[in-house]
T-cell receptor, first 113, second 114 residues
Framework: EAGVVQSPRYKIIEKKQPVAFWCNPI?????LYWYRQNLGQGPELLIR????????DSQLPKDRFSAERLKGVDSTLKIQPAELGDSAVYLC???????????FGSGTRLTVV | AQSVTQPDIHITVSEGASLELRCNYS??????LFWYVQSPGQGLQLLLK??????LVQGIKGFEAEFKRSQSSFNLRKPSVHWSDAAEYFC????????????FGPGTSLSVIP
């Protein structure tokens, strides 16, 4: 079974530029998560999808962050414009609703200069 | 609100020695509890989880964890550490009895001396 696929693995951009991250979850996993992990810290939830519906986006900075999950499969997370403080690893995860735990992708390491 | 603390930022053990990583949570009822491992440059991998029942939980890679309600703890153990166990370990708790929304602790970095 293919795991959660994220791209790109690394991204370096200048501040005020836009950036987008892509995630393809495990087939059949209805729940998709985007997490942000700052250096030396645990992941923090940005947004959770159930199929194509964003059911928890309370931690998403909506002034600059946006996300979509068209057709309830792939998802894209966008930052526009990026700030220096956005430098982090952005992790995508997916799960079923049986409490089996999350499967994480390898993440995208974003560096804003 | 629920929270998770991992008192040890960094631990160093010798290969073959036993390991215990501490995790404490704040929640009134019985929570959903998880341990994840993250190798450098990788995503997180689920080691084990506790929802209910037997308080001693077996996981992958020879790890186990014990839920102690009286101490609000869910410590991770391994009897004999291998060099490949060097990684970052995260304890996590399900929010509001949900396993769909999880709060992660700050992590414990494990180094293994050959």
């Amino acid at each position: 079974e293919a795991g959660v696929v994220q791209s790109p693995r690394y991204k370096i951009i200048e501040k005020k530029q836009p950036v987008a991250f892509w995630c393809n979850p495990i087939s059949g996993h209805n729940t998709l998560y985007w997490y942000r992990q700052n250096l030396g810290q645990g992941p923090e939830l940005l947004i959770r999808y159930e199929n194509e519906e964003a059911v928890d986006d309370s931690q998403l900075p909506k002034d600059r962050f946006s996300a979509e999950r068209l057709k309830g499969v792939d998802s894209t997370l966008k930052i526009q414009p990026a700030e220096l403080g956005d430098s982090a690893v952005y992790l995508c995860a997916s799960s079923t609703r049986d409490g089996g735990g999350y499967t994480f992708g390898s993440g995208t390491r974003l560096t804003v200069v | 609100a629920q929270s998770v603390t991992q008192p040890d930022i960094h631990i160093t053990v010798s290969e073959g020695a036993s390991l215990e990583l501490r995790c404490n949570y704040s929640y009134g009822a019985t929570p959903y509890l998880f341990w994840y491992v993250q190798s450098p440059g990788q995503g997180l991998q689920l080691l084990l989880k506790y929802f209910s029942g037997d308080t001693l939980v077996q996981g992958i890679k020879g790890f186990e964890a014990e839920f102690k309600r009286s101490q609000s703890s869910f410590n991770l153990r391994k009897p004999s550490v291998h060099w490949s166990d060097a990684a970052e370990y995260f304890c996590a708790v399900g929010v509001e009895t949900s396993y769909d929304k999880v709060i992660f602790g700050p992590g414990t970095s494990l180094s293994v001396i050959p």
